[in-house]
């Protein structure tokens, strides 16, 4: 992967606003109050230990969670408020999982969400879809269990885009990959989100991904937002103590590499 080009965020428009979100299951306390602004172009890694609500913060943006306090507003408007259906179509989702249907093809997982709407994505469409995530468009007659790990979550960015989104969150998509499939993938959706004008939200536990492919990283700690960096400052040192703790991570596995160079040299 290569590092994204510093730039200072554009003056543009705010696509989704998070204000004073609070989620809580009985006792538990999975968000505290996270207020903060996503503006339209951008691409923000979610960073945070299990549990610190980054994937609550994730699925509140298109309902599958509701906030138990607080809002979301997605381009000035209540999600909870807005048309389950425009809501679909405006925003595009990688799962953690992957998630295809089984038994369904390539081509019919990549064509559910038009599907939903009432529209028939064309073989053509379909076709150009799994291009875009570096896959042949004869593979769309494929079943899920005959893909490799990595082709099954390329289509499943496929699937996310089929709608022409806006808005692309992703949900640890690359977690359950081999390192090079990963690194590969990951430098495919920085692409994407060029390409494509997109606005992009990822979680990841790997701070290492998130410096590489973020403009700005979001740090969560016992469902708090503790730092709001772009990945130069948190490189400098910046965006205090926890989200520190996990640059210090891949900074100490580079080191450790390097020694070990310099030692077989």
Do not use: W
């Not at 590969?184 to 990822?202: D, N």
Request: proline share 5%; with cysteine.
């Amino acid at each position: 992967m290569t590092m994204p080009n510093e730039r200072r965020f554009p003056e543009s428009a705010t696509m989704l606003r998070f204000e004073d979100v609070t989620r809580r299951y009985g006792d538990v306390v999975a968000l505290g109050g996270v207020s903060c602004e996503v503006l339209e172009g951008s691409f923000v890694a979610l960073v945070g230990a299990s549990g610190s609500g980054k994937s609550t913060l994730l699925k509140m943006v298109n309902t599958l969670a509701e906030p138990s306090g607080g809002r979301v507003l997605f381009g000035g408007d209540d999600v909870t408020n807005l048309e389950q259906s425009r809501l679909r179509r405006r925003v595009g989702y990688v799962f953690q999982g992957i998630g295809l249907f089984p038994h369904f093809s390539v081509g019919e997982n990549i064509a559910i969400g038009p599907r939903l709407d009432g529209e028939r994505l064309s073989s053509g469409r379909i076709g150009e879809l799994l291009e875009l995530v570096e896959l042949e468009p004869e593979m769309a007659g494929r079943m899920p269990d005959e893909l490799s790990g990595g082709q099954r979550q390329r289509v499943g960015v496929a699937r996310a885009l089929a709608n022409g989104p806006e808005l692309l969150l992703m949900d640890e998509p690359f977690g359950a990959l081999d390192p090079i499939t990963r690194d590969a993938l990951g430098e495919r959706v920085r692409k994407l989100h060029e390409q494509l004008g997109l606005t992009t939200i990822m979680v990841t536990h790997d701070m290492a991904e998130a410096l590489l492919l973020a403009d700005r990283v979001l740090v969560m700690d016992a469902g708090l937002l503790v730092a709001d960096c772009t990945p130069q400052q948190l490189l400098a040192g910046k965006g205090g103590v926890i989200a520190q703790e996990l640059v210090a991570v891949p900074r100490q596995q580079a080191e450790r590499l390097a020694k070990m160079e310099r030692a077989h040299a």
